[in-house]
């Protein structure tokens, strides 16, 4: 008969993690492979703007025959997305830094934005259980309410 093998959870986690961090830098290494093959075929001419674009469009073409969206995209954003492709192929630093600090500054807005709003929470059943038995009755001169400020 086979003895059970205990295995903490400490142990588990570790081992969940580990197998995370290595998917993760496994991933990393396939995007930097593929980055470098794009550009590699970009420079050679192989591949070009218009390529790209018409890639992207496709893209979105099959994914609305698949039903993972609902429309296909206009020109617009057919574009947009094409440029952001071609600005990491080319490899125009400059351009993905501004998009970054972009990105981050409505981030942070967005983030003032939401810490300005009024926030409304509602109580559990245990909380106004808790606070009936610790409120005045209503005629006491207490308030006798329930709304938390």
Not at 35 to 53: A, C, E, H, P, S
Not at 69 to 77: A, E, K, L, N, Q
């Amino acid at each position: 008969m086979a003895v059970p093998m205990q295995i903490s959870l400490e142990e588990i986690i570790t081992m969940l993690l580990s197998r995370v961090e290595s998917l993760s830098m496994s991933d990393e290494s396939g995007k930097t492979r593929f980055n470098v093959v794009m550009r590699v075929l970009y420079k050679k001419g192989v591949l070009t703007d218009d390529d790209i674009t018409e890639s992207v469009r496709e893209e979105h073409r099959m994914l609305k025959e698949l039903g993972m969206i609902s429309d296909v995209p206009g020109d617009d954003v057919v574009n947009a997305v094409a440029d952001s492709i071609l600005q990491w192929i080319r490899g125009d630093v400059d351009v993905i830094k501004r998009a970054m600090e972009e990105y981050d500054k409505k981030l942070k807005d967005y983030a003032r934005e939401e810490q300005g709003r009024s926030k409304i929470a509602v109580a559990s059943s245990d909380v106004l259980q808790q606070l009936d038995r610790i409120s005045p009755p209503p005629g006491s001169g207490g308030r006798g309410g329930k709304l938390i400020i």
